[in-house]
């Protein structure tokens, strides 16, 4: 990708309403625009790391033996009633009648479908367990959306259901996923906990939340180093100076961007929507389920709020946009021109993800959008590096730039691209 062409431009300042870092870097970057209040348009460099994100949590998913489907967001009414939910959610379900005066929902989350669906086609302990996800839009009508997509009324969500014959192979399923949870959260390069949590409006015996650490974060959570509990300051209701309630030891507390929810929900939603399968006897039981989601959008700000500095964003490898800027310095220089065009062909025939800063800008503003865009490593091809007959290699993360050969510039990439993944 040429940055020439990119659309939009990056900018200097963000508007007055982006009130968290995140938001301002987003803005700047060009990764996102905000149409309505609570409501954001995806530019190319910011779905780049949506799908990168995506497709992390696909691969899990799908390890996991989990079935992608797609389910619809506009939901009647008939089965949010069924659950009590059309009332229980409060304001931030946006109902809306059809031209036949049909009520609606905007799907918040989508335990009523599911189970529906679950009720339909699942007959039999032959066919469990079953694990079914998908990714969508979703919509909360936040009374008020603020900190950029990270409290946003629409927002991209990968919502996972697990359906089990017995509570152990439900109990099972619940810890198979918080572990690849946990694996998710790894390789997206993230520093999170894993807290025990409030079931909320989704409901359920027990939950987990999975908090990326930023100082920035809304919610809080109290840990304990010795005996590792760990909990949202919502639940366990700890304060500063308390104890552990398991240990009676110190607690610590920091303060977490919640990216992940699990919850186990037992026979909740299969006993009110009859979601019933025949057990080996011949007997009709509910099924056992539970419930898995990731905010995506939320991963990639909270990736921002977690990994930047005063100039601007420093993506984690695995989510960055690209993983390489080709910043070239003296384009008017036919031999840098001609050196610069050459280097990027060879470094997209050799696949790298490579964003080519080919404006006739003074270096200045060109070092200074890489470091705004956070692309995790910089080649830079300019007159003086090429008498030598080198370009320069810089991680974002370091202040340490280093001459390559031009002949070695790949292979010197790909092996700093390596040391990156720690791989
Ligand atoms: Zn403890």
Not at 99 to 113: D, M
Not at 328 to 346: G, I, K, M, T, W
Not at 372 to 385: A, D, F, V
Request: glycine share 8%.
């Amino acid at each position: 990708m040429r940055l020439s062409q990119a659309f939009p431009p990056t900018s200097k300042k963000a508007p007055a309403d982006a009130d968290t870092l995140s938001a301002q870097l987003m803005f700047r970057a060009g990764l996102v625009r905000k149409l309505a209040s609570g409501i954001y348009e995806w530019l190319p460099l910011g779905l780049r790391s949506l799908k990168k994100a995506e497709q992390i949590v696909r691969e899990e998913m799908d390890a996991l033996g989990g079935q992608e489907v797609w389910l619809p967001v506009v939901q009647p009414k008939a089965l949010w009633e069924k659950t009590g939910r059309w009332q229980l959610y409060g304001q931030e379900l946006l109902r809306f009648k059809d031209r036949k005066g049909s009520e609606f929902c905007l799907a918040p989350t989508a335990e009523e479908v599911i189970t529906d669906l679950a009720a339909r086609e699942l007959r039999s302990y032959r066919q469990l367990p079953t694990m079914l996800y998908q990714f969508s839009t979703k919509f909360r009508d936040e009374l008020r959306p603020r900190f950029g997509v990270l409290r946003a009324r629409e927002f991209y969500m990968k919502d996972a259901y697990s359906f089990d014959a017995t509570e152990k192979d439900a109990e099972a399923a619940y810890e198979k996923m918080r572990r690849a949870y946990e694996k998710i959260f790894t390789r997206c390069g993230l520093r999170f906990k894993t807290v025990e949590a409030q079931t909320g409006p989704i409901g359920g015996s027990f939950s987990h939340e999975f908090m990326v650490t930023a100082e920035t974060g809304e919610s809080e959570i109290a840990s304990c180093s010795r005996c590792g509990f760990s909990a949202n300051t919502d639940l366990c209701r700890a304060r500063s100076g308390d104890p552990c309630p398991k240990c009676k030891s110190s607690l610590e507390f920091s303060r977490g961007i919640e990216v992940g929810h699990t919850f186990k929900l037992g026979d909740k939603y299969s006993r009110t929507l009859e979601a019933q399968f025949l057990d080996l006897q011949g007997k009709s039981r509910p099924l056992i389920m539970g419930c898995y989601g990731i905010g995506v959008s939320r991963v990639v700000a909270a990736a921002i709020e977690q990994s930047h500095d005063e100039n601007g964003i420093s993506w984690p490898l695995s989510l960055a946009p690209y993983t390489v800027i080709l910043t070239a310095l003296n384009l008017e220089d036919p031999p840098v021109r001609q050196q610069a065009e050459s280097l990027y062909r060879a470094l997209r025939e050799a696949r790298q993800e490579v964003l080519f800063d080919d404006r006739p800008e003074r270096a200045g503003v060109k070092f200074h959008d890489a470091d705004l865009l956070g692309i995790p490593l910089r080649l830079t091809l300019s007159s003086k590096t090429l008498e030598g007959g080198c370009v320069e290699l810089k991680p974002r993360n370091s202040t340490q730039s280093r001459s390559v050969s031009l002949s070695q510039a790949l292979p010197e990439l790909q092996q700093c691209l390596r040391s990156l993944t720690g791989g």
